[in-house]
């Protein structure tokens, strides 16, 4: 009975907001805006201001499970909804211990939920009501938190592929003025997937020469013998801008190699146990 009232909830709720300059974005976008992506459950609540037009939230969460980004296991989230704006907004019912999978963005080290409602899905029963058509967002139903995780996984590898198979610079770390680069972030989702040998192999035959070079950065630390393999196939003459920090370099994609054969660059490319 629960369940049928939370469908028949959101279902009156997806209508309402039909009109409105929002709604159920699709999966693939979700997870391409979302900074982090994880299974949490509500602690309490820090703090909460109503207006007749305007309610702010701080609420804590304690996080059980990560499916994209690096968040702390204690998030702080802020939430709102205002009657004069017309976009997705979400609070949290103060209810201790209810589980949440969430789609979180993070603007300057503070959280809120993605998509209203349709970025804080509530667990009850390991189940939760979503989309069964995850690219029309369509067809309400019950799902269970590992199938969708595992739907997202999915797409955060693809999406991972495409970032870094268009890269022009190849380095690690923050360059002069990001605190994380996109790169980055990309060969670290595909180091931590569940296969990182078949996603690094896919990167080499989809990638330029700077993804084939993280490309190889990767296997040489996973599997000796497919680096040796596929190394011998990179354009050696090729020039690549390398960027560590401040420092841009034009190197010889050779050079990058022996680097890479060295152990330069092993502390990037150690794969989660």
């Not at 899905?121 to 069964?132: A, E, S």
């Not at 989809?206 to 596929?230: Q, R, V, W």
């Amino acid at each position: 009975m629960k369940h049928l009232f939370i469908l028949l909830l959101i279902t009156a709720w997806t209508s309402i907001t039909a009109s409105a300059d929002w709604g159920p974005l699709p999966l693939k976008s979700m997870v391409e805006y979302s900074d982090s992506i994880v299974i949490a459950q509500f602690v309490s609540e820090i703090s909460k201001s109503t207006s007749p037009e305007d309610t702010e939230q701080t609420a804590t969460l304690k996080t059980t499970s990560i499916i994209k980004g690096e968040p702390p296991e204690n998030l702080v989230v802020f939430g709102r909804v205002d009657t004069r704006m017309c976009k997705a907004q979400f609070i949290f019912p103060n209810t201790n211990g209810e589980k949440y999978l969430l789609f979180l963005q993070k603007r300057n080290d503070v959280y809120s939920v993605l998509n209203g409602i349709f970025g804080a899905l509530t667990i009850t029963d390991n189940k939760m009501n979503w989309f069964t058509d995850d690219t029309k967002m369509q067809n309400l139903g019950e799902r269970k938190p590992a199938e969708l995780d595992t739907v997202i996984a999915s797409i955060t590898k693809a999406q991972a592929i495409e970032t870094l198979a268009k890269v022009e610079t190849f380095g690690f770390g923050p360059a002069k003025g990001q605190r994380e680069r996109a790169s980055d972030t990309a060969f670290q989702t595909l180091l931590k997937s569940p296969k990182p040998k078949e996603a690094f192999t896919t990167l080499f035959e989809k990638g330029n020469t700077s993804a084939k070079l993280y490309a190889l950065c990767a296997l040489h630390s996973i599997d000796k013998l497919a680096f040796e393999k596929l190394s011998k196939t990179i354009k050696m003459d090729e020039k690549i801008f390398t960027q560590f920090g401040c420092v841009v370099e034009e190197l010889k994609a050779s050079e990058i190699l022996k680097n890479i054969s060295n152990g330069d660059y092993n502390a990037y490319c150690e794969v989660p146990k």
